[in-house]
């Protein structure tokens, strides 16, 4: 399956291809050709199988882990909270996954620019998008952030949406990281360096059964 954003990318090429290879020679098409075969590649969306249990939180994105850290405290958590980032190369699956069920209950898209996205100042830098997402048992914080090559960060989402555990809610064009924010309760199982699956990788689970009421 193809994510229909990437369908505008493909026809461009292979017209682009059409055309050089009638006008000027058949060997002019081969790179065209290559490129429309890479958006097919890059916008690919395969089927995802979601962890049922409601206590695991899932990765937002395919990559690999490049950093877990404490923070003394979060605007949107509003708790002490840890924070993992996990890097999407141009090869990588692009399309976000929400970690948890909810309701999306903050939305912020702040212009910034374009650094590496491996780099650590990333985060604070570059333009970016961030989705505070809210259940009865938790808040979570989810940041598209736009890489050297990412010059688009796309949202399908909006205020008040509800979003099962694995819904889609975005992608970003090309090469980019995402940061999740979860409070310390939650247990962080995935380590630095290690690869995980939007969707399918288990990135937490919550230890202490409770409510945002209480």
Known sequence: MIIRDGYSFILAAIVIAVLLGITLNPWWAIGPVVLALYFAYFFRNPNRHIPEDESLLVSPADGTVMEISP???????????NKIVIFMSVFDVHVN???LAGEVKCQQYICGRFTPAYKNSVG??????????????L????????????RRIVSWVTLDDVLAKGDQ??????????EVVMPRFVEVLVKKGEKV?????????????QSLDT
């Open 71 to 81: 923070l003394a405290y979060d605007d949107f958590v509003k708790a002490p909270c």
């Open 97 to 99: 996954r929400s970690p």
């Open 124 to 137: 604070f830098e570059n333009e970016r998008h961030m989705l505070g997402i809210e259940n009865d048992r």
């Open 139 to 150: 808040r979570v914080s989810v940041t598209q952030i736009a890489g050297i090559l990412a």
């Open 169 to 178: 809610y975005g992608m970003i064009r090309f090469g980019s990281c995402v």
């Open 197 to 209: 699956v939007g969707g399918e990788t288990v990135i937490g689970r919550i230890k202490d059964v």
